[in-house]
């Protein structure tokens, strides 16, 4: 890495710390998470530079591979800095997960959003699938058959929507809800039978860690699929994060991120197994691990 390329990285990796603390604040961390669910499969770090950048990016690439969609940056736009690692040259008798190619260090890419080329009209990306408020019973089913425990429909306690009982191991969801409640609700108690099976919750700042994760999973994989999250408050937040360590914050922010991406992975499977395992645009959303 030439001396050029140090000093960006190492300016982008200041602006990433920075923007870690400055993101735990309830309007800003919703514009996060919706960034989130535009690119499930980028890591935290890269999601929160590129909604620094631009908030309202859709699809993302670099120079070369938007000419290879028969699309062009315009002029004058200036491209999404975001990290991509570096590898060392992997050996023909290197193991998968050998050392040798784990990243030694990461390199500042550019990548323009959709909105900063023109030319050719790009395929219809598989995640453009009917809203949610069209095949709400559909997306439910998806729900049931994906979750980790058994999923039972009946009272719950006054004012509790859901409930996930780690001893028993099952998720309840109150009866009657409207399909986009229970929707709402389920991916939430999902997230707390994934996450929190072994979490005993015992401190208020631990349970209120544990909340904050289940509940940023459920937006995130409801803004995915178009699901209305305008009821979606974060106000608690920024209480909780003041305190933390930089560390703990950003572990919280890589468990929401690896977590939404693998339901979301689930999802499109069960709804359209051809389209997700054969006819995915993976040019356009590569993944960087950092």
Same mark, same amino acid.
């Given at each position: ?124 990306? *598989? =995640?453009?699938?009917? @809203?949610?408020? #069209?095949?709400?019973?559909?997306? &439910? /089913? ?127 499977? *069960? =709804?359209?197994?051809? @389209?997700?395992? #054969?006819?995915?645009?993976?040019? &356009? /959303? ?5």
């Amino acid at each position: 890495m030439n001396q050029n390329h140090k000093i960006k990285t190492e300016e982008i990796l200041n602006d990433l710390e920075k923007g870690v603390r400055e993101v735990f604040h309830s309007a800003r961390w919703k514009e996060y998470l919706s960034c989130m669910a535009r690119f499930p499969s980028y890591s935290f770090s890269n999601i929160l530079l590129i909604c620094r950048q631009k908030p309202n990016a859709a699809f993302v690439a670099g120079y070369r591979v938007w000419q290879e969609f028969d699309r062009y940056v315009r002029k004058g736009e200036k491209g999404i800095r975001i990290l991509a690692p570096l590898k060392r040259k992997r050996t023909e008798d290197a193991e998968e997960n050998d050392e040798e190619n784990m990243p030694y260090g990461y390199r500042t890419v550019s990548v323009f959003d959709i909105s900063q080329t023109e030319g050719k009209p790009l395929p219809m990306p *598989v =995640r453009s699938l009917p @809203s949610l408020t #069209e095949e709400d019973p559909m997306f &439910l /089913q998806a729900l049931l058959l994906i979750a980790p425990c058994p999923v039972y429909f009946d009272e719950t306690p006054e004012g509790v929507n859901g409930m996930y009982r780690p001893l028993e191991n099952t998720i309840i969801i109150q009866k009657n809800l409207s399909s986009a409640q229970s929707i709402k609700t389920l991916l939430h108690e999902i997230a707390h039978a994934i996450l929190h099976a072994d979490s005993d919750g015992s401190t208020h700042e631990e349970r209120m860690k544990r909340e904050i994760e289940a509940e940023s999973i459920a937006y995130t994989v409801c803004a995915r699929y178009g699901l209305d999250t305008s009821a979606y408050s974060f106000g608690y937040i920024a209480s909780w994060s003041k305190d933390q360590e930089l560390s703990a914050l950003k572990e919280s922010m890589r468990t929401i991120q690896k977590t939404a991406e693998h339901l979301i992975e689930m999802i499109d499977l *069960v =709804r359209n197994p051809v @389209s997700s395992s #054969e006819n995915r645009m993976p040019c &356009l /959303q590569p993944e960087y691990a950092v």
